[in-house]
């Protein structure tokens, strides 16, 4: 059964600061990784996708890797802003088809100005 | 301007009351999915659809039932038999593995 992991549950950094999230997955028999924000009381925005046959994915200032056969994959912030404050989710689907999407329970990001 | 929508925002339910929660989008994706999440927890799939006229359990469909008599539409009823309906209910869809997510609904139980 596919599980998800993101570590760690929560982050504090200053302004500015570079930063790395991680999400690990069981099963590396994924057909994509796809990475969202979550602000507090509303939906999820989706940042990047990744395919399988990929290994990053970029917009901005955000950069996703995928690294399979490890079953992990991060997104690289570079510097932060308070606006980024958020909990960002991965979610991977397969390997139990396209269709099922397995979430982790998120990393909440507080950038302090 | 494309999106989906999730009415209402808030929600409350009493004891024994079924409830249904309406999504609607007009991105013509095919692929439409009900989730709930509760705190501290991940998304949990309830309902999932990736045609018009079918649909397939997810991870926790006991409690809730679902329809989709049209591409745009995919509402969620929580019935009396859901125990523990209070949660925040995310609608999302799909084009090409790639997830879009609604507003949300927030229900809660009097």
């Known amino acids: 059964k596919q599980e998800v992991t993101q570590i760690p549950a929560a982050l504090s950094v200053p302004e500015g600061e570079n930063l790395v999230l991680n999400c690990s997955f069981t099963?590396?028999?994924?057909?994509?990784l796809q990475w969202f924000r979550q602000d507090p009381g509303k939906g999820l925005t989706s940042l990047l996708l990744?395919?399988?046959?990929?290994r990053e994915q970029t917009s901005g200032r955000l950069n996703a890797s995928l690294d399979k056969s490890s079953g992990r994959s991060t997104l690289y912030i570079a510097a932060s802003q308070p606006g980024d404050s958020a909990t960002y989710l991965c979610?991977?689907?397969?390997?139990?088809?396209?269709?099922?999407?397995?979430f982790g329970t998120g990393t909440r990001l507080k950038v302090l100005a | 301007d494309g999106g989906i929508t999730q009415s209402p925002k808030y929600l409350f339910r009493k004891e024994g009351q079924n409830v249904t929660l309406s999504c609607e989008q007009n991105?013509?994706?095919?692929?439409m999915y009900w989730y709930r999440q509760d705190p501290g927890q991940g998304l949990r799939l309830i309902y999932y659809?990736?045609?018009?006229?079918?649909?397939q359990k997810g991870d926790i469909a006991e409690g809730y039932s679902v329809s989709r008599e049209k591409k745009e539409s995919f509402p969620l009823t929580v019935t009396s038999a859901q125990k523990n309906p209070t949660a925040f209910y995310l609608c999302?869809?799909?084009?090409?593995?790639?997830?879009?997510f609604g507003p949300g609904t927030r229900l809660t139980v009097l």
């Open positions: 999302a869809s799909s084009m090409f593995n790639e997830q879009f």
């Open positions: 099963d590396s028999a994924i057909y994509n």
């Open positions: 990744i395919q399988s046959s990929q």
């Open positions: 979610a991977v689907n397969g390997p139990s088809g396209t269709y099922k999407y397995i």
């Open positions: 991105l013509n994706h095919d692929a």
């Open positions: 659809s990736q045609i018009v006229n079918d649909f």
